[in-house]
């Protein structure tokens, strides 16, 4: 079993619909909290930070984290065509420099126009 | 400027040879990374170099070896080529332990290796 799960769909929405992404994790000892965005071709990119339980919100992104549970989540609100790509879920034990990062395998998701 | 890059983008090769990918960054980070991404998008972490200084070997066989000149550079060599090294290999980096905030990493293009 891998550390991190993730629903590696691919998902297909409308445009404008709202889109829900998900982790589960099994380290509870996981401190903070990532999703990034990879386009095709291309490397990730940063896109959510967070460290504590509870929302934060960024323009139309909200994550979400429920470290009780060990669930991350990523909404995506008035999705557009431009969302179109992998989102992939990461964490790591602490904010130290150097600490690796622990990915989920990846959500493929594609905004319908 | 691009802030990651990796060289070359695309390598295809035969089994049993011999190659190098290399990465550079300019942003004055003291931290890099290598990265593997299999066919199904999962990216795992190979190795993490601090100031030179190897910080992570995750379980790599050793056909892979880094190579950090300086903390701008780090390469990655890797020996008799098998069909299971297909994959994208990511380089990153990040600001490194010394730096208080959030460290971001930073991550290449990626260098898509096919091993036929």
């Known amino acids: 079993q891998k550390e991190v799960e993730q629903d590696p769909g691919p998902l297909s929405v409308p445009e404008g619909a709202i889109v829900s992404l998900n982790c589960t994790y099994s380290n509870s000892a996981f401190q903070y909290f990532m999703w990034y965005r990879q386009y095709s071709r291309k490397g990730p990119e940063l896109l959510m930070y967070t460290y504590s339980s509870g929302n934060k919100e960024d323009g139309r992104f909200t994550a979400q984290v429920d470290k009780s549970s060990k669930y991350i989540s990523l909404f995506i609100r008035d999705s557009q065509p431009s969302d179109s790509a992998t989102y992939l879920c990461a964490m790591t034990l602490s904010n130290f420099g150097n600490e690796k990062l622990t990915f989920g395998t990846g959500t493929r998701l594609t905004i319908i126009p | 400027d691009t802030a990651v890059s990796q060289t070359p983008k695309y390598l295809v090769t035969q089994m049993g040879n011999d190659k190098s990918i290399k990465c550079e960054q300019n942003?004055?980070?003291?931290?890099m990374y290598w990265y593997k991404q299999d066919s199904k998008k999962f990216l795992k972490i190979m190795f993490s170099y601090n100031n030179k200084e190897l910080i992570i070997n995750e379980t790599v066989p050793n056909r892979f070896s880094p190579k950090s000149p300086d903390k701008a550079h780090l390469n990655l060599h890797i020996n008799s080529l098998e069909l299971g090294d297909s994959a994208v290999y990511f380089c990153a980096s990040s600001p490194g332990p010394e730096n208080l905030s959030y460290n971001e990493q930073f991550f290449g293009p990626g260098t898509r290796l096919t091993v036929l």
């Open positions: 942003l004055g980070h003291d931290t």
